[in-house]
């Protein structure tokens, strides 16, 4: 099982930008498909980006696309997400998490492990 800590959040004016990492331990990271969610208040987790494990192919959410980045460094054991131009509608908690295969899929019940989660507030 690999354990996933997040670490970039933060408060940010909108138009500005965020880089979130993701760091990963414990299992041989690049047999993971990665991924990243979030969560605003009082609403269900959505899918913003995903990875494919070799880092050639990446997916993305509508309403994120176009402004957001996802990258991973295997060497590393690492992910980002950039955020960029970010939108006050971009306000939740965003979570890291792993999916342990080769295939790539966005609903946040296929992805086995998760990270702490860390907090973006864009205020207008």
């Known amino acids: 099982q690999v354990q996933l800590v997040e670490s970039g959040g933060g408060l940010v004016q909108a138009g500005a930008s965020l880089r979130l990492s993701c760091a990963a331990s414990g299992a041989t990271f690049s047999s993971y498909v990665m991924g990243w969610f979030r969560q605003a208040p009082g609403k269900e987790r959505e899918f913003v980006a995903a990875i494919t494990r070799s880092g050639l192919s990446t997916y993305y959410a509508d309403s994120v696309k176009g402004r957001f980045t996802i990258s991973r460094d295997n060497a590393r054991n690492t992910i980002t997400l950039q955020m960029n131009s970010l939108k006050p509608e971009d306000t939740a908690v965003y979570y890291c998490?792993?999916?342990?295969?080769?295939?790539?899929?966005?609903?946040?019940?296929?992805?086995?492990?998760w990270g702490q989660g860390t907090q973006v507030t864009v205020f207008s």
């Open positions: 998490a792993a999916r342990n295969s080769f295939l790539v899929l966005t609903t946040s019940s296929d992805f086995g492990s």
